[in-house]
């Protein structure tokens, strides 16, 4: 049965939490967005004052979208630090999904090198392949078993490219015992490194999965953006993992969704 959640409009703009890069399996008919997580799935329109979240489990999609923190605070903390009043107004309504870790990992791997409309059609084909048919015409998302047992021809079939080998190995150590459970209880620094051990995760990788999935917010992940946010902030050269360091000295324990607002306004506003 299907079961609604009401949103005040203050802290929740669907659109903005789709489209700043963080979650790729979702669907837009216009009107509003579905949202696939695992196998669940949920319906999600907005109005001026309020958004409605429908779907079969609403208490699973309350903890998906993070509804009991309070971003209010958190952009009051955020408001004077460095380059971020125009950035939280800009992206008012953005929060940090809590995606589940396996679908994070490889979402994020096909995500390297990679633009939002080719990374979805993999994940989509994946899905539709090794997942199960959970109505609709959605798919759920495949299990590590379901992912290991195919070979890196099968993935690069689907149009993974390099990142086929990735994802073959990746799911094979997790099918085998690789336990993504442990992050949650690592220090950040630690299980970046953890994750770093399988194939295709490098740091920013690693950051975007911690930041996304185990709701970690004392990283960074650096881009091409977010260089250029550097550049802003602090200037100068500097590699990558020194730029994460000094971000996360500035913006704190929230840097990870000060990263997301200031990424969302770097992309959107370049140019202009």
Same mark, same amino acid.
């Given at each position: 049965? *299907? ?15 789709l489209d ?32 409605? $979240?429908?779907?079969?489990? !609403?208490?699973? =999609? ?11 605070? $958190? &952009? ?19 929060? $940090? #999904? ?7 990992? $490889? ?32 798919h759920s998302?495949?299990? !590590?078993?379901?992912?290991?047992? *195919? ?6 079939? #689907?149009?993974?490219?390099? &990142? ?13 015992? =690789?336990?993504?459970? &442990?992050? =949650? ?7 970046? +490194?953890?994750?770093?051990?399988? +194939?295709?995760?490098?740091? *920013?990788?690693?950051?975007?999965? #911690?930041?996304?999935?185990?709701? *970690? ?28 360091? +000094? #971000? ?17 306004? +770097? ?6």
């Amino acid at each position: 049965m *299907k079961s609604d959640i009401i949103v005040q409009r203050e802290d929740f703009d669907i659109g903005r939490i789709l489209d700043c890069g963080q979650v790729f399996r979702y669907f837009s008919d216009g009107d509003g967005y579905t949202v696939v997580s695992g196998d669940r799935v949920c319906y999600v329109v907005q109005d001026e004052s309020r958004a409605v $979240i429908s779907s079969d489990d !609403p208490g699973y =999609f309350a903890e998906y979208f993070d509804l009991d923190r309070d971003y209010r605070a $958190i &952009r009051a903390d955020l408001a004077d630090k460095p380059f971020m009043g125009e950035a939280v107004a800009y992206g008012r309504g953005i929060r $940090i #999904l809590r995606q589940q870790p396996f679908e994070t990992l $490889i979402g994020f791997i096909v995500s390297a090198n990679n633009h939002i409309p080719r990374i979805k059609g993999i994940l989509g084909r994946i899905c539709e392949r090794l997942g199960k048919d959970i109505g609709g015409g959605i798919h759920s998302f495949p299990t !590590p078993e379901a992912m290991a047992s *195919k070979d890196a021809a099968f993935y690069a079939s #689907l149009g993974a490219g390099y &990142r086929a080998e990735y994802l073959a190995d990746t799911a094979r150590r997790v099918a085998d015992g =690789f336990d993504l459970q &442990r992050v =949650f209880d690592m220090p950040s620094d630690e299980a970046c +490194k953890y994750l770093c051990t399988l +194939k295709g995760v490098g740091p *920013k990788v690693a950051d975007c999965i #911690l930041l996304f999935a185990f709701g *970690k917010y004392d990283v960074f992940p650096v881009d091409t953006w977010i260089r250029k946010v550097y550049a802003d902030v602090v200037g100068g050269d500097a590699t990558s993992a020194q730029m994460r360091k +000094k #971000l996360c000295a500035i913006y704190g324990e929230y840097a990870g969704i000060a990263q997301q607002y200031l990424f969302f306004y +770097k992309r959107e506003t370049s140019g202009r």
